[in-house]
C-alpha cells in the first residue's frame, strides 16, 4: 500500500484530475454555510478523527434524523471498503469539513479508490467545471433526468442541490414532480425538454432537437455539456438504483 | 494553455489514472492483429505524422470504405479542436499503431483534453481493467444496452468488439438485433436480463433483480460491474445520440 | 365558531354531505398545530375578515414564500367565483382556522357551489371516513398514484400529509419519488403495488391482482377503499394537470 | 341509521345537490322510451316489489339475455348490501321505471348508501348538470376514455348512451374502437384528443393544449367540464376495472 | 369483358389458389343464413347485376343503414379499380348471394386483380382451412389482436363474426373491449394471452410462451396456426389503417 | 396428393399468379453473383441431389459457418415435413441454384404445401412485382419493419438484402440499428417514417401520415405498396418471433 500512496502523493499534480485541495466539494452548500440548520442535519455533527480509514468511511455516512431513521446501508451490495489514496482521503475530508458529511454515492464507490477517483474526477469536471451553463442549471438537468428514471438517491441528492443554487425550494421540488410544472425561462424549458427526451428516447434524438436548442440560445458546446450531464445523470441513475444506494438524509431537510 | 502541458506532463505518474503507456487501446483486437483484414479498413492506412495536433484528428478519423462512403463529420456539433496533453497524443498513437485508427468516440472528446483523459480514464478502468465479468462479458453487455437505446455508434463499435472477443460474428448480430435470439449460458442470459431491464426501466430495479444475479453465480461485486457497465453505455449512448456520432467505418467489416 | 356552526345547521339538511360540524378538513394538521413553523408559511397569516365572499376565495389563496414567489393564479383557467353556500362558506372558514388556509383545490372548485359540495363530499367520506385503511394508508396511495401520474399539485398536497400523518419525512420524499424506494410492510408494498398497477393499466387488473391483496391481509370492503381512492386520485390528478392547479406554499415547508 | 335517514329525508331541499325526484337517472332513453326494444333487454322485465332492500338490491341486477348469460355477480368483491337511504331507494325504483334495470354501477355502490349517494349526487351534476357540452359530447368523452383504458364495465354503458344520443350505432362503435376512425367535427376532435391525451399522459398537459381548445371554441369554464368528465370515467375505469364490474346485458344490444 | 372472362376460366385450375367453386366465402354465416336479421343490414338487399366491373365493385359496397350513413369512400386511397378475373368475378357473387354484400377488405383489394387473388387465397386457407384451432378461436384472435392494434374494421367484420360462430354477443363486444374481461376457457385464455404478446412485443416471445400454449393443450401445429392468425391480423390491421379501410355497415347489427 | 400435384402442373397458366419457372427467387443476388465470397457462406455448398423430399428439405438448410455454428433447427416446432407440390419443388430447386440455399422462411412453410405457396405467391407479388417503390425501397422498409419489432430472421435476411441491392454495407447496419441514422433522401425518410408508425402505433395513423407521403412525392397506389409491405413484415416478424425462426447464415457474411 505504501506504493500506492505514494503514487497518489502526486497525484494532485496530474492535469486529467484537479488537484484536491481545489477540488470543489459536491453541491457546495451556497453562502458558505457549512452546517444545514434543520433538525435532520444538525445531528450530523463532524465524526471524530477516525483512527483507520475503514472506520472512517462508516464514520462519514452521515446519522439519520431520529424522527426518520433508515437503518440501510448506503448500498444493498456487500463490497469490502477499500484502502483509500491519499487524494481521495483528503477529499473526503474536505467533503465533512464543507459539507458536514460525505455524499453517499462518494461512500458507494469508496470499495475501489481508483473507481472513486476517477468517478469524482468525471463529476467534478462536468458538474463544477468551466460551461456555458450555470451550476445551477446542471443540477435542474440531472433532477429532470433522474425524475424521468424515478432514481431516489440523485433526486434527493441532486433535488437538494437545485433548491441551494436557486433558493428557490419550490423549484427544486417541481423538477422532482414534473419539471413542466416550473416557470422556467425559453432556454431552460429547452434545455430540459432536450433532456427529457434524451433520457426516454435517446434513439429519436436528431438535428432537429439540436436545432431547438441553438434557437434557444445554446452554442454547440453547450449542446455538448447538456448531453454529457444528461449523459452522466443516466448513468448514474442506474448505478443508484441497481445498487439501492440511499441518500444522505441531511439532503432532505436542506432549504425547504 | 502551456501550464496545461506541464500539467499533463505528469499525469502517467497518478496512481489513479494509468500511465497510458501501460493503457490499453480501446477494443484492442484480439491475438495481437493490428489491422483488420477486410477491405473497408484496409484502406485506413496510418497517416503520415501530422504537422499538427489538429490535422492528427483530423486524420486519424479513418477514411470510409470506398463502397459505403459517408462523409459526416464524426459528430454534428462543431467543437474546435483542444491541443491534445502529452498523454492523450501519446494514447493517440497508441490507438493509431493497434487498431489502424483513433475510435471516433476518442476524436470526439478531443476537443477538450481534460473531458478527454478523464472518459478515457473511466472507460479504460470499466471496460478492460480487473473485474469477474470478462471482456467479452463486458461488451456483451454494451451492445445489448446500445441495442435497447438504438445507438448507432455503440451497437457499431461494440458490435464488432464483440465479434472479436468471442471470434463468433453471429453472436455480435444477434445482440444488436435482439439478445433474446442468442444461444446463451443461463450466466450470461441473466446478466443481459438484467443489463436490459436497467436501462429500460431503472425505477423498477429491486433486490430481486439482485438475487437473480446471485443466483446466477454473480458476487456482489460483479453485480457492481454489472451495473456500472449498463451505466456507462446509457450515458454514452445518450452523448451519441444527442451529438450524431459517426463511427469508423472500419468497424463495420471486422469479424464478418 | 358558533357562527359557523349555526350557518352550517341549514347544510346539514343534505342527506348525502355529512354536516360540517362532522366534517374533518382536508389533511387536518396532526396533534393540532395550526400553523407551519417554517419560513413560507408564516407569512401566510389568517386574512382579515373578508368583505364579500369574492374577495374571500382570493384572500384564502395563500400568499406565496418570498424566496418562492409563484405569480400563477390558483389555475389556468378564467372561472368566475361563485356564491358560496353558507355550508361551504363555513367549511372554508374552518379550513383557514385549522390550516391557516384554504387547499387550493378547494378554491380551484369554487367557481360553482354545488361542484365544490360534492367534491367535498366525495372527497371527505373517501379520505376521512370510516376505512380499514388508515388515513395514511391511504394518502400514501394519494401519493404512489399522484408520483405515476406526475401532478404536480397532488404531489405537494399529498406529500405533505404523507409526511405529518406518518411523522417521517423520509417516507413523504419516497412515495413522490418512487415508491418503491420506501422501506414498506408487506400489506402497504401490495396495496402500492396494487395501486400503481390499477394507475398504469387499469385494464389489466384482474382477479390475481385481488388474490394479491387478500393474502397481504386487505378484506373485501379494504380492497374496494383501495380502488377508490386510487380512482379518485386519478381523476383528480387529471383535473389537476388539465388546469394547471398550483399548490398552496405552506405545504412545501411542512414537517421537513 | 335513523338518524341519516332522517337527515335523508330533508336533502331534497338542499339546494347543492338536485332533489332525488328531479335527478335524471343515468343515461335516460332518448325521446322517453322506457323500455329498450331488442331481445336482450325485453326480458328484463321489471321486479316485483321487493320484500326487503336486500332483495330489492339483488332483484334490481337485470337478468342476462338468454343467448349470452354472463352469470358473473355485478362486481368480484364480496360486500355485504347495505339499507338504502329513502332517497336512494327512490332513485334506485325510478331507475327501474325509466331504464327497466338499476345501473350496475349503482348497484357496486349500494353497500354503503354514503357512498352511493355522493357518487349519485356527483355523477348527476356532472353529466346531466348545465354545461356548454351536451349530453352527448360528455358521453363521447365518457367512452373515448374508457377505451384508452380498455374498461369493459363504462365503455358498454357508455357506448350504449353514445349510440342512444347519438342515433348513430356507428358512432357508439367507432368510440369504442378508435375514436379517429369516426368522422367528427373540428370541435368535436379536438375534445376526444385532449380528452385521450390527458388519460393517457396526465403530466405531459400544458397551456399549449388548453389553447387548442379555446381555437376550437370551447369557453375555460367548458374546459373544466371535460377535464372534469375526463377525470371522473379515469376514477370509475379503475373502480370498474379493480372490481371487475360487469355492465348490465341491456345495454348490448341497446340502438345497434 | 370477354376476353377477361376467358383468362379467368383456367384460373380453377390453379393449384396453389383453390377453385373458386370451393373457395367458402368470408365469415359464412352460420347455419346458412345467407341474409343478417336485423334493421342496417336488411336494407342491403342484392344489387342488380352490374353493366360493367366498374359499377359492379361500387355497387357491392353496402349501403349504409339508414340512421347511420357513413359516405366515406372504401378506402382514402384513390385507386381505379381493376378488371376483376374470373375466378374474383365468381367469388364475388357468391358473397353476395351468401353474405348478401363484398366484404369491404376484397373490394379495396379489387384495384389488382393478382392482389386480390393472393390476399383471398391466403385468407381462406387460414381463416377456412383444415386446423386444430376452430373457425370461432381463429375469429377470436383476430379480434383480441385488432382490439390491441385498435384497427376500426377489423374490430368491426370480426367482432361480427365472433358474435356469429359464437351465438354469444357478449363475447364478441368483450374480444373488442378487453379480452381479458370475457369468461374463457384455460385454452382459449392462454390463446388470446400469446396472441396479444405476440402482438404487442414479437421481440420478446420466448419458448416459455410457447411452452404455456403446450400445457394448455394445443400442439405445435397448432402454434403455427395461432402465429399465423397472429401474424396475419398485425397485416391485415396496419393495410386497413394505414388505408381508412370502413367496414361494410352491415357487420354492425348483426347478431346483437 | 396425385391430384394435388396434377393440379400444379397447370399452375404456369394462372394469370393471377406467377408461373413458377419466371418467379423471382427471394433477394436474388444483385450483378448475378450466385455465390456469396466470404468465409461463411463459402462453406454452403450446393447439396447433392436429395434421395427424397424430406431429406431435400434439410439438405436445403444451408451449412453454419465453422466459426459461428447454431445447431437451432430451422424453426422451435416440431412440424413434420410435407410432400412438396412439383412447382414448389423447382422453386426450391431454383432457390438452389441462384442463391446457393433455399431461405429457412421457406424451409419453415413447407410443412404444408399450400401454405409454402399461398406465401410464396403473395411474397412474390408484394417484394418483387410491379410498384412504384423499388426493390431497394422495399426492402428498405422490410428491415425497418423488423428492426421495430427486433426480429432476429427477418433483420438478418432482408438487411443482407439491403446490403444487396444497395451495394452499402452501411445502409443495411443503419436500417438494421435506427434507421434515424442513415442518411436518407427525403422521399426514403418519409417513408420510413410512415413504416416505423404504422409499426408502433397503427391506430394512430391518419390522413395526415398519408398527406406526408403524397408530399414527399408518393402516389396512393404507392401508398397502398408501402402500406403491403409494412404489413407483411408485421406478419412475417411475428410468425418468424413465434417460432424462433433461425436465418441461414449465409446471409450474415454476405456483402460486409
Redesign the interface.
Known amino acids: 500500500m505504501a506504493k ?1 500512496e505514494k ?2 502523493k ?2 494532485g ?5 484537479k488537484p484536491v485541495q481545489e477540488q470543489p466539494v459536491l453541491h457546495a452548500i451556497k453562502g458558505g454555510k457549512s452546517a444545514p440548520k ?1 433538525g ?1 442535519a444538525k445531528t450530523a455533527a463532524p465524526a471524530k478523527p477516525a483512527q483507520s480509514k475503514t472506520a472512517m468511511i462508516k464514520a462519514l455516512a452521515n446519522k ?2 431520529p ?2 431513521a ?1 437503518d ?1 446501508p448506503v448500498i ?4 469490502g471498503p477499500a484502502k483509500l ?1 491519499p ?1 481521495m482521503t483528503a477529499y473526503f475530508k474536505k467533503c465533512q469539513d464543507k459539507l458536514g458529511f460525505v455524499p453517499n454515492v462518494l461512500v458507494a464507490y469508496a ?1 475501489d ?3 472513486l ?3 469524482a ?2 463529476y467534478n ?1 462536468l458538474m463544477l ?1 468551466e460551461s456555458g451553463l450555470s451550476k445551477l442549471e446542471r443540477e435542474m438537468i440531472a433532477v429532470a433526468v433522474s ?1 424521468q ?4 438517491y440523485c ?2 441528492a441532486h433535488g437538494a442541490a437545485v433548491r441551494q443554487y436557486s ?5 427544486g ?2 423538477l ?3 419539471y ?2 416550473a ?1 422556467l425561462s425559453k432556454r431552460q424549458r429547452a434545455m430540459l425538454d ?1 433532456a427529457v427526451k ?2 426516454a428516447s ?6 432537429g ?2 436545432e431547438r436548442l441553438r434557437r434557444a440560445g445554446f452554442t ?2 453547450d ?2 455539456d ?3 450531464v ?3 445523470f ?6 443508484a ?4 444506494m440511499r441518500p444522505n ?1 441531511a439532503y ?2 436542506q432549504v ?1
Open positions: 500506492a503514487s497518489v502526486t497525484a499534480k496530474a492535469a486529467n484530475v434543520n435532520a439519520p434524523a424522527a426518520a433508515d440501510a444493498a451490495l456487500d463490497l489514496s487524494a470499495f479508490s481508483t473507481k477517483e476517477v468517478f474526477a468525471f469536471d467545471g425524475s428514471n424515478r432514481c431516489y433526486l434527493t433558493g428557490n425550494p419550490l423549484l421540488e417541481q422532482v414532480m414534473n413542466r410544472a416557470r432536450f434524451l433520457t435517446p434513439g429519436s434524438v436528431e438535428e432537437d439540436r454547440d458546446r449542446i455538448w447538456i448531453s454529457a444528461v449523459g452522466f443516466n448513468m448514474s441513475n442506474r448505478v438504483s441497481a445498487t439501492d438524509t432532505h431537510g425547504r
